[in-house]
């Protein structure tokens, strides 16, 4: 099976080649959908240079199958913009989230595409609170983590444990039939809730978690968790 995975790029220049060769690194068929959001710390130039030039750029040793795919927006529109038009790209069988930054690690990708690959799911969400290491940080951000997470299992009827999780994965098929409407992180509500409505497989696997500050580049904020609320009242009455 080809795997799509789908890398929303903002400002990220000090990860962003060491994402990659890690991506690369991990030993299965894969196309790598890199869109960039309007960068302005050189994060933009680097791409056009791997779009031209290839691997190479990156150095590392890559494994299997390696496609590299970048797409530019032509203004910055937000994180679930850019999925949007990366979901719709991708070729692969299963289509995955990878964030451009360090705090999620391809390693775990193999355990969490693999109950797809037996036939037993179509969505997996990789979850944080689980049972694997993580980096200890912000209390409050777990809070409402928690929270957001309670209330999106409170009216999609899943029982999830780290809803707002950047690695989920898909059977293509399921992303062919979901249409994505918010711009923002409102992305992650949004998806679980038309996942739960088309009564797809959902399962949960435990990920690593190596979350970074703000002074390390962190980048989501209180005003996310309230478009998060909205969301999750928003696609709930869609129901």
């Known amino acids: ?14 990860t962003l080649a060491e994402i990659l060769r890690r991506c690369t690194a991990v030993d299965f068929p894969k196309e790598l959908v890199l869109v960039d959001d309007c960068s302005k710390d050189g994060s933009r130039e680097f791409l056009r ?25 032509e203004q910055n529109q937000g994180k679930g913009a850019a999925l949007r038009r990366g979901f719709a790209e991708a070729t692969g069988d299963i289509i995955l989230v990878q964030d451009a930054d360090l705090e999620y690690d391809p390693k775990d990708i193999p355990r969490v595409i693999q109950p797809i690959i037996d036939g037993e799911a179509d969505v997996v969400f990789g979850s944080r609170f689980i049972g694997s290491p993580r980096r200890v940080l912000y209390y409050w951000h777990t809070v409402l983590n928690n929270m957001l997470t309670t209330l999106s299992n409170m009216t999609s ?32 509500p949004e998806i679980t809730a038309k996942v739960a409505r088309g009564n797809w497989r959902v399962f949960e696997v435990p990920i690593s978690y190596h979350g970074r500050t703000y ?14 609320l909205y969301a999750i009242a928003k696609y709930s009455v869609k129901r």
Not at 215 to 228: F, H, Y
């Open 1 to 14: 099976m080809l795997v799509s995975l789908v890398i929303p790029v903002y400002n990220e220049i000090p």
């Open 49 to 73: 240079q791997l779009s031209e030039q290839g691997l190479d750029v990156l150095g590392g040793t890559p494994k299997n199958r390696n496609e590299i795919r970048v797409l530019f927006q």
């Open 157 to 188: 009827g899943l029982n999830l444990t780290d809803m707002e999780t950047c690695y989920k994965a898909f059977r293509a098929e399921v992303l062919r039939s979901v249409h994505v409407e918010e711009d923002r992180f409102g992305f992650e």
């Open 215 to 228: 002074e390390e580049g962190k980048k989501i904020g209180w005003k996310d968790g309230v478009r998060a």
